[in-house]
Structure formats: C-alpha cells, structure tokens
C-alpha cells in the first residue's frame, strides 16, 4: 500500500510538473505569434514603403530624363539626343530594375538586359559600350551589380547628361560669339 501511495504520489508530482512546463511553453508560444503578426506588418510596411521609393524615384528619373530630352531637342545636340535615347530604357524601367536589385546582388545587369531587349535588341549592347568606354565611376557602379550601384548609375548618368549639355551649350556660345 506504501508503494503504491509513494508512485501515486510521483505521478501527481510529474503530472504538475508537465502541466506548468506546457503552460509556459503555450504563453511563448502565444508571445512568438504576436511577434511574428508584429515582423509580418513591420515587413509589408517596409515593402510598401520601397515599392514606394521606387515609384517615386522613377518619376523624378523619368522627369529629369524628359527635360533632358527637351533641352537636347531644342540645342538640337547630336550627341546628348543619342545619350537620351540610349538611357530612356533604364529610365523607363527604373522601378522594376529597384525591385529586382531589391531581392539580391547580381541582379541588376540580367534585368537590365531584358529591359533594353523589350526596347530594342541592340539597345542594351550599346549602352554596355557607352558604360564600358565611359567614365571610370560608370564602369565601378556598373560592375557593382547591386541596388546601390543601381541607384548612383541613374543619378551619375542622367548628371552626366547635365555635364554633356552644359559643354554643348557653352561650345553653341563660342561658336557664336
């Protein structure tokens, strides 16, 4: 009888024992659920917010990119026309090339060329020309094959476009004069 009133007494001691060991592990439970409901929300406001910073990037490109195209119409500039047209694909494409480089390193180049190709199949060969034999910064940001990369190319192209027309407009002048 003593035996049986000492291993009663064990199972009640084990059976309380798992019973507060479940009851802590349901209330973490309980706390990673609402931890992972709060990453989740975090996380769909930090790609909506990117997907944001993309859209509106790609308007100020786009737009910087449109008065370039109406400076270089109205200087009648061959060479910043030719420059134009040979950056209006990246433009054009800006947010979906963002969101590519977004998911990884390595992207940009692969989605840039599907982006030229749609515009032109020569189009992305000769812009891989310009950048070769261009700047050295053209070539470090292109090789970079990253966001980062990305997003200095887009300034440091449409910036050099500024530098192009201004020398073209200052040539017009001493022509000119």
Not at 137 to 157: C, I, P, T
Request: charged share 25%; hydrophobic share 45%; with cysteine.
């Amino acid at each position: 009888m003593f035996f049986v009133l000492i291993i009663t007494a064990i199972f009640v001691v084990i059976s309380i024992y798992f019973f507060l060991r479940a009851e802590k592990l349901q209330r973490q439970l309980i706390s990673q659920k609402r931890d992972s409901f709060i990453t989740r929300k975090e996380n769909k406001v930090l790609a909506d917010s990117m997907t944001l910073f993309s859209t509106r990037g790609q308007e100020f490109a786009q737009a910087k990119l449109a008065r370039l195209k109406v400076q270089a119409k109205s200087s009648e500039d061959e060479q910043l026309i030719i420059h134009v047209e040979l950056i209006s694909p990246l433009i054009n494409n800006y947010s979906v090339i963002f969101r590519e480089c977004l998911r990884g390193k390595g992207r940009l180049k692969a989605v840039s060329q599907k982006c030229f190709e749609n515009h032109d199949r020569a189009a992305y060969k000769k812009f891989v020309a310009f950048i070769v034999t261009g700047d050295k910064q053209l070539k470090r940001y292109w090789s970079s094959d990253n966001l980062n990369g990305f997003l200095f190319l887009v300034d440091a192209l449409l910036t050099i476009e500024d530098s192009i027309s201004a020398s073209s407009n200052l040539k017009k002048t001493v022509c000119t004069s």
